[in-house]
């Protein structure tokens, strides 16, 4: 059997050349291209995470207001103003058969500003007196400016007067001994209202409390006790 040897086939035969397969990038969806993670961002469809940007939002703003305190407290440096009780007597401090307490109470207080580009407006002062935990008197202090490093005094806060005071044993057991020692246990609670002034500049109203822990002697024209007050810094209390 002979075979016909077969003609050589151009490139023609086949056809036109097929063209290699292309590529298509859908828009937003990885590679190159599209929107960075901002603001604009968010409002646009990308690919970026909304909670992202958000918190890179807050993150930022949170940044800038903590220079901007920083700034403040460098410039300004401010502290806290101090409270002392500098003098305290009773003339006038005992129980009557009907736990009616007479009291006749005169405190002097010290209030120190160290700041040097802040002054202080003190807008209220309600002085409250305590004995064992029971208020007996309420009294309102004076209003004034305190200026930069000063120190100011007022009074005497005088609590005066007569209210109901119901005590526990325990109680009464320590009122006879502080009578019999001519020295009272009273605590002194300043309610303040305060503003702040730099500058030309006044800003905030804030309602700090001042607590004063006082060991207070009695003096009488008939009968004074030996102990001396002591001054007492007050503290802070919330």
């Known amino acids: 059997?002979?075979?016909?040897?077969?003609?050589?086939?151009?490139?023609?035969?086949?056809?036109?050349?097929?063209?290699?397969?292309?590529?298509?990038?859908?828009?937003?969806r990885g590679g190159g291209g599209g929107c960075g993670c901002c603001l604009l961002d968010c409002l646009c469809d990308c690919g970026c995470c909304l909670l992202g940007c958000v918190f890179k939002i807050i993150f930022s703003i949170l940044v800038v207001i903590g220079?901007?305190?920083?700034?403040?407290?460098?410039?300004?440096?401010?502290?806290?103003?101090?409270?002392?009780?500098t003098d305290a007597a009773v003339t006038?401090?005992?129980f009557s058969n009907t736990n009616q307490l007479s009291y006749d109470l005169a405190v002097n207080f010290t209030m120190r500003?160290?700041?040097?580009?802040?002054g202080i407006y003190y807008d209220q002062i309600e002085a409250n007196a305590f004995y064992s935990d029971h208020r007996f008197s309420t009294v309102l202090g004076?209003?004034?400016?305190?200026?930069?490093?000063?120190?100011?005094?007022?009074?005497?806060?005088v609590f005066k007067g007569q209210n109901l005071v119901l005590?526990?044993?325990?109680?009464?057991?320590?009122?006879?001994?502080?009578?019999?020692?001519?020295?009272?246990?009273?605590?002194?609670?300043?309610h303040l209202r305060v503003r702040f002034k730099l500058g030309l500049f006044k800003f905030g109203?804030?309602?700090?409390?001042?607590?004063?822990?006082?060991?207070?002697?009695?003096?009488n024209d008939g009968k004074s006790s030996s102990q001396k007050f002591e001054t007492t810094r007050c503290r802070y209390y919330f």
């Open 142 to 157: 004076p209003t004034f400016y305190q200026g930069h490093k000063n120190t100011t005094s007022f009074g005497p806060v």
């Open 1 to 28: 059997m002979s075979y016909q040897k077969q003609p050589e086939l151009n490139g023609a035969y086949y056809g036109p050349p097929i063209p290699p397969p292309q590529s298509y990038n859908r828009p937003g």
């Open 205 to 219: 109203t804030y309602k700090p409390k001042v607590k004063c822990d006082l060991m207070v002697p009695f003096k």
């Open 92 to 94: 006038t401090f005992n």
């Open 113 to 118: 500003n160290p700041n040097r580009k802040v």
């Open 167 to 190: 005590l526990g044993s325990d109680e009464k057991s320590d009122f006879e001994k502080q009578s019999r020692d001519g020295l009272f246990h009273i605590m002194v609670r300043l």
């Open 67 to 85: 220079l901007i305190i920083l700034v403040f407290w460098l410039l300004v440096r401010p502290h806290e103003p101090k409270f002392y009780a």
